[in-house]
């Protein structure tokens, strides 16, 4: 066997400190995001505002400072489709504390904090450093400012911050973005937004929300705009961490910090609404559905929130109910909910609450007739009880027993439905009734699933006369006698 030469020996050496220099210094091109922190990036080509809310240890952190090193060097990675900037950028980056800020986000970024052979082990690449940085006052080996090379040929410039300074010192610069890693003083993320003002630039957020409901989070979980998005990340998105660890890391939080911890939410102060882990109400979506399980919608018509829909499948054999699909839309027509209702189940009868009695500003007729007439199989009544009665906390109580009981499964991608359930909660004894569109829906179905029928389901109209979409004579929905649903 030929023994390799010296100079193949010394090439062989070489490579492999090139491997080893990259994988040391150059992480930033091992990165591949998860689903959830991409989404999380695309948002920035739309969005000026941004929040990833996720549970501890699930790459919150690591989402924020990659979107960092991208903006401060310009190396966007192929498959990059959010914001981009062609110059060199400024802007900040922000934590609670100056301990904080040091030990997370400059660690993230640059590398081990009093280590000078860690220097550049960060997402930023060591050789694009101008400089080395600059040290802030007061906290051992904190950075003040870092200089990173722009593929452009310029510098760009970020500066660390922490809200324990307070207001003023959030004053007077003019910047491209800010990051902000845990929850900013609405104060503090007011000026945040003047320093982007007038370079159109972006602020983007990453927390685990354990302050509960706060300013910052009403105004991504309440107040939607077309200038703010949202993600939520769960312990199911984060790939790094076993499927086999869930059940313990579920378990080794607080049920109260579960939601927060585990799922991405708001941990609530006074107790969710629904506490079976969302785990076991996930079930494979439905292919297949048997032709005598009976089906229904149930809709809340969005007056002053987004408008929802959720398909019910009621296998009354078993007495199970399945959420197969559910349609949460802002700021759309009436048209445009039928239709997206009617391309999936078409023949299948509509529950609607009361308010749908409401008549519309512009035409003057009841909500609930309008959307007859663009083609929906509209129940001739608003939703009650079998015995009367609208009461919300009998819908609320029979979900529960249901999900507590494995009668409650939900098609385990209805991300929608899953935000929802996680943030439903009591406040001051009542639930708080906000951004609870799809659950609404679900529990309307529910009041009206006496009606549901087993129609199929496809963007198509049965006949009126089909006996599959009659109700038995005598019914309470039997306005004409002649077992006709629609009259």
């Known amino acids: 066997m030929t023994q390799p030469s010296l100079a193949e020996l010394k090439e062989t050496l070489a490579v492999l400190e090139a491997i080893d220099y990259r994988k040391t210094y150059q992480q930033f091109f091992y990165f591949e995001p998860y689903e959830k922190q991409k989404a999380f990036f695309d948002l920035g080509a739309t969005k000026r505002e941004r929040l990833l809310t996720s ?11 990659f979107e960092v ?8 990675p192929p498959w990059w489709a959010g914001r981009r900037f062609t110059q060199p950028t400024k802007g900040w980056i922000c934590g609670e504390t100056s301990t904080a800020v040091r030990d997370t986000q400059q660690k993230k970024l640059c590398g081990e904090a009093g280590v ?18 600059s040290l802030a006052r007061g906290v051992t080996d904190a950075y003040d ?18 809200y324990e300074q307070g207001r003023a010192k959030f004053q007077g610069e003019t910047l491209d973005w800010v990051w902000d890693d845990e929850e900013c003083p609405i104060e503090i993320y007011q000026e945040q937004l003047a320093r982007i003002t007038a370079t159109k630039g972006i602020v983007f957020t990453t927390f685990t929300s354990m302050l509960g409901e706060t300013a910052l989070t009403d105004r991504f979980f309440r107040n939607e705009s077309a ?15 076993p499927e086999a660890e869930h059940a313990s890391i579920i378990a080794g939080y607080l049920p109260h910090e579960r939601v927060a911890r585990v799922y991405g939410g708001i941990m609530r102060g006074e107790g969710l609404v629904f506490t079976t882990p969302e785990e076991t109400l ?36 078993e007495d199970v109910i399945h959420v197969h699909t559910t349609i949460r839309m802002a700021d759309a027509l009436s048209i445009v909910h039928a239709d997206s209702i009617k391309r999936i189940g078409a023949d299948v009868p509509v529950a609607w609450p009361r308010d749908g009695t409401e008549r519309d500003s512009h035409s003057g007729e009841p909500l609930a007739s309008i959307y007859k007439k663009h083609g929906l199989h509209m129940l001739p009544e608003h939703a009650t009880w079998p015995e009367g009665g609208l ?13 507590k009981t494995g009668r409650f499964k939900v098609a385990s991608h209805l991300n929608e439905f899953f935000e929802e359930y996680r943030n439903y909660h009591y406040k001051d004894g009542k639930i ?4 609870d569109d799809i659950l609404s829906s679900v529990r309307i179905g529910l009041m009206m699933k006496r009606f549901a029928r087993s129609v199929p389901l496809g963007g198509f109209r049965a006949k009126r006369n089909d006996p599959r979409m009659r109700f038995a004579v005598g019914s309470p929905l039997h306005p004409d006698g002649d077992g006709n649903i629609f009259g």
């Open 432 to 435: 708080v009734k906000v951004r």
């Open 69 to 76: 090193a991208v903006h401060m060097t310009g190396l966007y």
């Open 282 to 317: 996930k079930e494979e979506p439905i292919v297949s559905i048997p032709p005598f399980w009976v089906k229904i919608w149930g809709i809340d018509f969005g007056i002053g929130h987004p408008f929802a829909a959720a398909l019910i499948l009621w296998d009354r054999d």
């Open 145 to 162: 400012t870092i200089q990173v090379r722009h593929i452009s040929g310029g510098i760009s410039v970020g500066r660390f911050k922490s």
């Open 116 to 133: 000078e052979a860690l220097f550049g082990t960060g997402l930023i690449p060591k050789d694009k450093f101008a400089d080395k940085p």
């Open 55 to 65: 549970g501890n240890q699930m790459g919150k952190t690591t989402s924020g400072a």
């Open 391 to 403: 009461s919300t906390y009998a819908g609320v109580k029979e979900m529960d027993e249901r999900m």
């Open 227 to 241: 200038d703010r998005g949202m993600v939520q990340m769960g312990l199911i998105d984060a790939k790094h961490i």
